[in-house]
């Protein structure tokens, strides 16, 4: 179903970034450094990276014509074989970019979607990112993937494959049907294997991408979910009952990560491992307290969090490396709603799992 990652795979890639309306250059550039982890995640090489400011984009080509000439410049310079973009382009723009630059064109959203057909294990994560991907599609066939089929595979392409990718908007539109209803099934064994756990008390585990999330489930749940220092390493939700210190049964959910626009798509196709969030009593968001950007992706997590109706669902901030902090006395200060941690160096979790106890107890 989908294509084996490539080891060697290694194409250059050019990053754009723009600075809308009230945005400054300064937010734009973290944004595009996050874009280039994204692309490092993926397997590829930046080459080079431009940043315009402008009030809207442009309608043909997103940025000024000035800086489409500059990139048309740095691909030959460089041999660069795809250039991404920081925000999200229409089916119009993407043709139009693709057409005039002679390379793959995509955006963020298609880059992200992407990272997942990569790192889906399980038939449901493989599902999901499938019916991603082809709702993402489906308003981007024409004329677009007749300028792809002419260039090699490789990130953007991943998933349904090229050959699903000239099928016509029928053919797709049944594929995305035959998708909904193999996850509709697994949507009816999810709630079986809820019904074994009623009487848990549930918590669930949120956070931007990276925050350390999986390694807390490991600590407070003695599991082996896969951790790793990249983006988007899990994308199956793992659910394991704690640790029999605790006054009544508790049940632990780990989710997958979140991030700054997030496709909508993919919101929706994880609608049933979301709504393991949905159900919980309590929610810890965990995020990086060591990122100088953390107060804005905790705004990034909020704001799905109230996407999937799970806004008003009891919280704990759980304010997670703090021992990559430069000075102690940087580390927050802990109060019922905020927890310091490292999760990783094992600090801080007597006093997590007493805030926990106290708000089941």
């Known amino acids: 179903m989908f294509e084996t990652a490539n080891e060697n795979l290694a194409e250059r890639i050019i990053l754009v970034g723009t600075a809308l309306g009230k945005m400054t250059r300064e ?29 809207r984009p442009d309608g043909a080509f997103f940025v000024g014509k000035g800086i489409v000439e500059e990139l048309a410049a740095k691909i030959e310079e460089t041999e660069a074989d795809l250039v991404v973009f920081d925000h999200l382009l229409s089916p119009n723009q993407q043709r139009n970019l693709g057409k005039k630059l002679e390379v793959k064109v995509i955006d963020r959203a298609m880059l ?10 399980s038939a449901e994560s493989h599902l999901q990112v499938e019916l991603a991907q082809m709702e993402y599609l489906l308003p981007r066939l024409t004329g677009l993937w007749v300028h792809l089929s002419r260039q090699r595979g490789g990130i953007g392409t991943k998933g349904p494959g090229e050959t699903q990718l000239e099928t016509d908007r029928r ?80 049940a632990l959910t780990d989710t997958v990560g979140f991030i700054e626009r997030l496709p909508h798509q993919l919101v929706a196709s994880f609608k049933s491992t979301l709504e393991e969030v949905t159900l919980a009593d309590l929610i810890l968001l ?63 979790l007597n006093r997590l799992k007493a805030e926990i106890i106290a708000r089941f107890g």
């Open 171 to 250: 053919q797709i539109g049944k594929k995305i049907s035959t998708l909904k209803k193999r996850l509709k099934k697994i949507e009816k064994q999810r709630r079986t294997q809820r019904q074994g756990r009623s009487e848990y008390r549930k918590l669930a585990l949120v956070g931007y991408t990276n925050a350390g999330k999986s390694t807390l489930f490991n600590q407070l749940t003695q599991a082996k979910v896969t951790q790793a220092d990249q983006l988007f390493s899990t994308l199956d939700s793992t659910t394991r009952i704690m640790a029999t210190e605790y006054p009544q049964k508790v």
């Open 286 to 348: 965990v995020v990086d307290c060591s990122d100088p950007y953390k107060d804005r992706k905790i705004e990034v997590v909020t704001s799905v969090l109230d996407s999937i109706k799970a806004g008003q669902i009891p919280r704990l901030l759980i304010y997670n490396k703090v021992d990559l902090l430069e000075a102690e006395s940087e580390a927050p200060i802990p109060t019922n709603g905020i927890i310091p941690i490292s999760a990783l160096k094992k600090v801080g």
């Open 27 to 55: 937010e734009a550039e973290y944004s595009l450094d996050e874009l280039a982890r994204l692309i490092d995640t993926a397997g590829g090489i930046e080459v080079g990276r431009f940043l315009q400011k402008r009030n």
């Open 112 to 121: 992200i979607l992407d990272i997942f057909a990569l790192h889906a294990r």
